[in-house]
Structures are given as C-alpha cells and as structure tokens.
C-alpha cells in the first residue's frame, strides 16, 4: 500500500490540540499544508514525520507504522526540512550535504565517489556550488535553507517533507526551491511542505490543505479549496481573487 497517511492524528500540548487529522500523500504528488500561523501546519507535519507522537491515530508510510521503524529505515523513506536549524559546528558546505547520506552509509560508513558525485550535483542545483569548501556557517540564511533540501535528497527519499522551505529566500530562490521539488513530484516523490504564501500554493500544489485551531477545514484541489469566504474565514481578514494574465491571485480587499 503506497502513501503517506496520517489517520485519526490527535495531539495536543498546553490548550492546543491537534483533532482527528486524516491526510494522505501519494507518490508523485505535491500537498500543501496552508492556513493562518497557529493552525497547527508545522506541528502536524513534526507528526507526520514521526518527531512527535500522536495520542491517537497512527501514521503509515507505505503501510508501515512511522514509530515501529528505525531512525535510518525512516531517514530512507523520509526526507525532512526542518522550518528551524541553527547551525553548530563549521562544516565545510559539502559535507554537510554529505551527512545526508548517513542513514544509507551507517554511523562509520565513509561517503564514496558516488555521494561525492550526487552531493555536488545538489549543490549546484541550487546554486551553491561555488560554496563547497566553505564553511556552511559563513552562508546566510536563505543559502541555509537551500543546503537543507539538498542535504535532505540524498537519500533519494520516497516522500519529502518540508516545512517553510521559502522561508528567508528571494523571490528567484523561492521559486527555484518550488521547481525544483515539482520535479521531484514529477518524478514520483510524495511531497508535503508547508507554506505560508497561498499563492505559491496555488501555482505549485497537486492539492492543498486548509488548516485553521488543529484541524483541516477543506482539501482539494487548488481550485476547490481557493474560494473567496473560505480562505477568508481561515485567515480571519477579508480576502479576494482576482484575475491577473489568466491566473488566479488571492489578495486582501483593499478599500481604496
């Protein structure tokens, strides 16, 4: 049974609770996770991936139970970008890509030419190249997160989670992140990001999900969930969309 499900997931921590959250990825599809700050997105997918453990509910991958694998039979299937990483010891860029290779090398593997080879590849997919002998400590923000993606497909994971992978890019980089986990989709690999512009979600997402307090409001695809008092229910602002060049774009109601 292929797919990423989350079935019946509940959580919950202090007065938050995650509610009964049934979701499915399959292979070859690209889900976002959208909806206000504190609905519970980043939490939800920390679920997912097996972080945390839900109370109730299960999560399977490929019809295995997330918590019943090991940390490297997990690394395998599952690819994670973390929506937060502070960088410790000065690792030269590529090996920092490199130690994405440690779930299929074991904790005393050495990486081979292959890795080297696969590493450099991903290096220069985005745009870090020129970066590879220097300290990842010395790249901004935005290359940091970069250097998470790529460091997260080394292992050719069958699913990619991502959590904010936009965050702290410009436009060009944000856009190059989205292309290029597409293709990935395109290719087969169930990805699940979480992203708090809905419009990049509307340009790139198979399906979207709506989540507002802990629970999803609606899924679908982009033009089912992309309604005008729904999203504005969610978002607690009144919201529009609007045609421009062909394309649907949600915006406030500005009252000029």
């Known amino acids: 049974m292929r797919g990423l499900w989350a079935e019946e997931v509940s959580y919950s921590y202090g007065d938050f609770r995650i509610d ?5 990825v399959n292979p070859g599809e690209l889900v976002a996770l959208i909806g206000p700050n504190g609905a519970g997105k980043s939490t939800l997918l920390k ?4 972080t945390l453990k839900p109370y109730k509910g299960r999560v399977l991958v490929d019809g295995r139970d997330i918590h019943r694998l090991s940390p490297g039979e997990r690394a395998k299937l599952l690819g994670f970008v973390p929506q937060n990483h502070v960088p410790t010891f000065p690792f030269k860029v590529l090996d920092f890509v490199l130690l994405g290779a440690t779930p299929e090398l074991g904790p005393f593997g050495t990486p081979g030419k292959k890795h080297r080879g696969k590493a450099r590849e991903l290096l220069k997919t985005f745009g870090l190249d020129s970066y590879a002998e220097k300290p990842y400590t010395s790249l901004s923000g935005g290359q940091i997160r970069l250097l998470l993606t790529a460091r997260a497909l080394m292992t050719s994971p069958r699913y990619l989670l991502l959590d904010e992978p936009t965050s702290e890019l410009d436009l060009k980089n944000a ?3 989205l292309q290029t986990v597409k293709k990935l989709a395109r290719e087969g690999v169930g990805v699940l990001l979480v992203i ?5 979600a509307y340009l790139f997402a198979d399906r979207l999900v709506l989540m507002r307090d802990g629970r999803i409001i609606a899924q679908g695809k982009p033009d089912e969930v992309f309604d005008e008092m729904l999203l504005s229910e969610a978002y607690g602002i009144e919201l529009e969309l609007i045609d421009c060049s062909g394309e649907t774009v949600l915006r406030p109601r500005l009252e000029v």
């Open 175 to 177: 856009l190059l992140v």
């Open 20 to 24: 009964g959250v049934n979701l499915k």
């Open 196 to 200: 708090h512009d809905p419009n990049l």
């Open 47 to 50: 679920l997912i991936y097996g």
